[in-house]
């Protein structure tokens, strides 16, 4: 069994610490650059820094954040708000975004990594996974503090969490400015995408069931003004969440050669095209 190490935290107002991830690792690891087309065994194999806290802001077990913060700590770090994808399912978590979340500290940047209630979960779907998100995002402006600038904050969401990212980023909670919100591999048509036979398409066939037509308008990034800053990032060889024009007109769309996986895998092209994206963002 792994031991614990808890990190000193600078953070304003009362943090709920409920767990720290163990020390996996001795030092920070490294992510070494790999082709595109990564599937999604060589992301959950990938290593991930030790130190993590985890603060909770509901009652359901998977209403929790878990926070980062770069090495060595110094002046306040801009944020990225990770949104975790997985077909909305509560079969996947956000274990598969921590490599990435510690190559983000290792870029300087303090992660916000957000879990939240899926399908599956009680009250996950609509709207409860959206209001997770929106939830999570009120708690990063009570924990704000001298670790981290909420003068610079931008989302992230990867596939079904670049869905939430762009509903989220669209109505950001008072008292937080959203400098721009990142879709990696997002699906920013839900109803068209549901239209598809792949497993995914079907669970977004689920998300959506049962809604009357002004909540499956409300559901859907497409039907919705884009968000300030919104930039969409799109694998060309991405065969789960394929490129398609956008049916709202972002300020950005990009597509480079990559699979679907690829924007979570720091060893990437695609990631380091994320990471300049971001540096032009929040530096």
């Not at 770069?70 to 944020?79: D, R």
Request: proline share 8%.
């Amino acid at each position: 069994m792994h031991g614990s190490r808890i990190r000193q935290s600078r953070l304003a107002g009362p943090v709920a610490l409920l767990w720290l991830a163990s020390e996996t690792m001795a030092a920070a690891p490294q992510y070494a650059p790999v082709e595109p087309g990564v599937g999604f065994d060589a992301v959950l194999a990938l290593p991930y820094g030790d130190e993590a806290v985890l603060l909770r802001y509901g009652e359901h077990p998977a209403q929790t954040v878990s926070l980062s913060l770069p090495h060595p700590a110094g002046a306040a770090a801009p944020v990225v708000v990770l949104v975790h994808g997985g077909c909305w399912l509560n079969a996947f978590n956000v274990g598969h975004t921590r490599a990435m979340a510690t190559a983000l500290n290792q870029a300087g940047y303090a992660v916000w990594n957000v879990e939240y209630r899926r399908l599956g979960d009680d009250g996950g779907g609509w709207p409860g996974s959206l209001e997770d998100i929106q939830a999570a995002l009120a708690l990063l402006i009570e924990q704000g503090g001298n670790d981290l600038d909420l003068d610079r904050v931008v989302l992230a969401g990867h596939s079904a969490g670049g869905h939430l990212a762009l509903l989220a980023a669209a109505e950001p909670p008072e008292g937080l400015t959203v400098r721009g919100v990142f879709g990696l591999a997002p699906i920013t048509d839900i109803a068209h995408y549901a239209a598809g036979e792949g497993s995914c398409n079907l669970a977004a066939v689920q998300f959506t069931e049962g809604l009357t037509e002004s909540e499956r308008a409300a559901a859907n990034p497409a039907l919705q003004p884009a968000p300030r800053g919104t930039v969409l990032l799109y694998g060309t060889e991405d065969r789960i969440v394929p490129f398609e024009v956008p049916y709202f007109k972002p300020e950005t769309v990009l597509t480079v050669p990559a699979g679907h996986f690829d924007w979570i895998h720091p060893g990437t092209p695609a990631f380091a095209r994320f990471l300049a994206e971001l540096e032009q963002v929040l530096r």
